[in-house]
C-alpha cells in the first residue's frame, strides 16, 4: 500500500443508536455503530478500515492469547453546548501508545493512521458524544499481537483498532485504598508505565482481595521496599498535605497519565504549589498522624479526578478530613471547564473534531 | 450443568493428517484435527466440547484483548515403540494452571475437565503423535478472559481451552545468552511465578535487544538488585559449578517449572551434588575466572534441557568449555528415557493414555 493510509468507509446500513437507552447505560458495554482495524502484514500497515463494529474471527492459537502483547489507551471525546466536538491532548495518548508499543516489541502506529483515523471515526459517531455535565464518548484504541501460532516469540502480525462507547457521570461511592504492602504491580526495569494488558490482569487478584475487606482499590508501592507510593492502576495518586500536593514522579513502573500531567499544570496555574517527588508511606501515615495530610486523590482518563475517603496501611487506617474547598472539586471543574469548552484552552489541550 | 462435565464430541469429517507434512514441521503453527473448549459463565463451567480445532469469534471489546486475564500450560504427549501414548506429570501442570488462575483472579479449572478433557483429546488425535527421537505432540491448554466490556475489573466469563501441535526435535543452533542488568521480567509480590501471557510480552523487547547483539536469549536477575539469576522466561537456568548443580529457588517471580523439578531430582538419582539456593552473576563471572564454571543450561517442556554455550554480562563475556560427559546431555538422555517409556519410571512421572 501507499504511504497515504487512505481510509475506507463502510457505514452501517442502520444506526443502533436510537435504540440505545442513554439513561441506563453500563460503562464500557454499549459500542457505537462503528470501529476501526488496521492490520499490520509482512513489515507495513496495510489498509485502515472503518467498518460497522462487530465481532472478529480469530485462532485459538492467534499469539495475544498465549503471550500477551496487547496494548491500549484510554481516550474521551466531548460535546459542548454548541454540538462541536473535542479531543483532550490527543497527541500524548498517541505518543504513550507508541512508547508502550515499543517496549512491547509491537509496531509504532503512524500519526496519521492513529490520529486521522480517530478523528474520522468520532466524526462518523459524533451522534454518540451527547453533550450533559459528566457526558462523554469513551474512546479504546488499542493494539494486539494477530500471528497464528504458539511459539513464544513476537508475533509478525498485529491488528490496530479503535472502539468507542457512551460513557457518563457516575456516583462510584465513596473510595478507600489499602495501601499495598505485599503485592507489587510492576518491576524496575519493567513494562509499569506502558498501557500493557497485563499489568491490569496482575491487579486483580491484589484488588479482589482489597474488595473483600471493604475497600475499593489498592494504591501499590515500589516492589522492592513497599516504602514509596507509586499509582493506582487505573489512576495516578496525588496527595496533599498542608497546602502542597505531592505526586511520584513517573518512571519506568509508573505510567505517566494525561491527566496527571494536567492535573500538576492546572495546579500551578491554581497557584498551587506540587511536586513531582518520592513520598513515603511513612510520610503519609506521620502526616494523617499530626493532622497535616488534607486529601489524596486519583487522576485518569475514566476516572477524571476521584477524592479518596480513606486508606488502610497494614494496621494502620486513616479516615481523610471533608474539605470544603478540595484542591480536588477545585481541579476536577477546572479539568471539566476545559474538556467542554467552557474556559479558555491556554495551554492547547483541546483538538476539535 | 451437573458435576460430572460430560464431554461432548464433535468428530472432524475429514481428518488433516494425511495432509500433513511431518518432515517439514514450524514448531507450533501446525494444529491437530481437535481443540477442547469450555465456557465459565454465571460462576460455573458449561459443558465441554470437543471439536474441529478453528476459529472462535470474539468481539473486540474482549477482555483479554485490554486487561490481559490469559495463561497457559506447555505439555507434551510422547509415543513408545510400542505406539502406547503417555504424558509427562501432567498433575504438574495442572496445579500450576490453577496456581496461576488464582493469581490472575481467574476460576480454576477442575481436574476432571483438565485432565479428563486433555486425555480424551490425546486419545482422538493419538495418530498425531509421532514415534521417533525428539518427537512429541505439544499440548498447550490455556484460559483467556471473554467477557466483552472494556471495564477495567476482572472478566466474568472465561474459556479454558487445549489445542495441540506436533513437535520435533530441532537443533536449535548454538544458544548464547546476555545475564539482565537493566531490563526486569518479575517483582517481588507480582506474577512472575505464573504462566501469564503477559509475562512472555514484557520479555521480547529485551530479548530482540539481546538478538540485534547476537544473543538469542536473556537470563533475567532480580529486579532490586540485578545480583542475582532467576531463569530465562522459556526455561529455567542450572549452573554447574566444580561438581556441582545449582538453580535459583522458586520463588513469586521465578516460575517452578516441572522440567525443573524433574532435573533437581534426576540430578539426585545420579548421585549429583544439586542445590537450590541463590546464584549471584558475581559468583558465576569469579567462577568462569576461576575455570570452575562447568556447565550452564536450560530446561523446559518445549526446549527440555538446552546447553548454553556463552553469556555476556555487561562487558564482561565467557564461552563455556565443551564437555564429553556433560550433566546437561546425561540428564537430558534419563529425561528422554523416562519419557519415553525406554527406562523405569520410578517416580511415577508417565500418565497412559
Redesign the interface.
Given at each position: 500500500m501507499t504511504n497515504t493510509h487512505a481510509i475506507v468507509i463502510d457505514k452501517v446500513k442502520e444506526s443502533k443508536i436510537a435504540k440505545t437507552d442513554f439513561d441506563n447505560l453500563?460503562?464500557?458495554?454499549t459500542?457505537t455503530d462503528h470501529?476501526l482495524?488496521c492490520t499490520w502484514r509482512d513489515g507495513e500497515w496495510q489498509s485502515v478500515e472503518i467498518k460497522p463494529?462487530?465481532?472478529?474471527?480469530?485462532?485459538?492459537?492467534c499469539k495475544?492469547?498465549?503471550?500477551?502483547?496487547?496494548i491500549?489507551e484510554g481516550m474521551k471525546a466531548f460535546k459542548d453546548a454548541t454540538g462541536d466536538v473535542f479531543l483532550f491532548r490527543p497527541e500524548d495518548n498517541w505518543q504513550r501508545f507508541n512508547a508502550s508499543a515499543?517496549?512491547?516489541?509491537m509496531p509504532e502506529v503512524p500519526e496519521e493512521i492513529f490520529m486521522e483515523g480517530l478523528k474520522k471515526l468520532v466524526a462518523l459517531d459524533k451522534d454518540w458524544v451527547r453533550y450533559g455535565e459528566g457526558l462523554s464518548l469513551?474512546l479504546?484504541p488499542?493494539m494486539?499481537?494477530s500471528e497464528?501460532?504458539?511459539?513464544?516469540?513476537?508475533s509478525t502480525e498485529y491488528k490496530f483498532?479503535i472502539?468507542m462507547?457512551p460513557a457518563f457521570a457516575y456516583y462510584k461511592g465513596d473510595v478507600r485504598v489499602i495501601i499495598?504492602s505485599?503485592?507489587?504491580?510492576?518491576?524496575?526495569?519493567?513494562?509499569g508505565y506502558a498501557k500493557?494488558?497485563?499489568?491490569?490482569?496482575?491487579s486483580?487478584?491484589p484488588?479482589?482481595l482489597a474488595i473483600q475487606e471493604g475497600y475499593q482499590q489498592v494504591i501499590w508501592t515500589d516492589?522492592?521496599s513497599?516504602e514509596y507510593l507509586e499509582e493506582a492502576?487505573?489512576m495516578n495518586i496525588f496527595v496533599r498535605i498542608g497546602d502542597s500536593l505531592f505526586t511520584a514522579p513517573h518512571n519506568d513502573r509508573i505510567l505517566n497519565g494525561v491527566t496527571r500531567r494536567s492535573v500538576i499544570q492546572m495546579a500551578k496555574d491554581h497557584g498551587i504549589h506540587v511536586e513531582e517527588r518520592r513520598i513515603s508511606v511513612n510520610e503519609i501515615r506521620e502526616a494523617a498522624k499530626d493532622g497535616s495530610l488534607k486529601e489524596i486523590f486519583g487522576s485518569g482518563t475514566?476516572a477524571v479526578i476521584v477524592p479518596i475517603k480513606g486508606f488502610k496501611h497494614k494496621d494502620f487506617k486513616y479516615e481523610l478530613p471533608q474539605l470544603d474547598d478540595s484542591y480536588a472539586s477545585r481541579l476536577k471543574e477546572a479539568l471539566k471547564d476545559i474538556q467542554y469548552n467552557r474556559a479558555e484552552d491556554k495551554h492547547g489541550w483541546r483538538v476539535k473534531i
Open positions: 453500563t460503562f464500557g458495554k459500542f470501529m482495524e463494529y462487530g465481532p472478529i474471527e480469530v485462532e485459538p492459537s495475544v492469547f498465549h503471550y500477551g502483547q496487547a491500549f515499543k517496549r512491547l516489541a469513551y479504546r488499542f494486539i499481537s497464528n501460532g504458539v511459539a513464544a516469540a513476537p483498532m472502539i462507547s499495598a505485599e503485592f507489587s504491580r510492576a518491576a524496575d526495569g519493567g513494562v500493557a494488558a497485563g499489568n491490569y490482569a496482575a486483580f487478584y484488588n479482589n516492589a522492592a513497599h492502576g487505573t475514566a
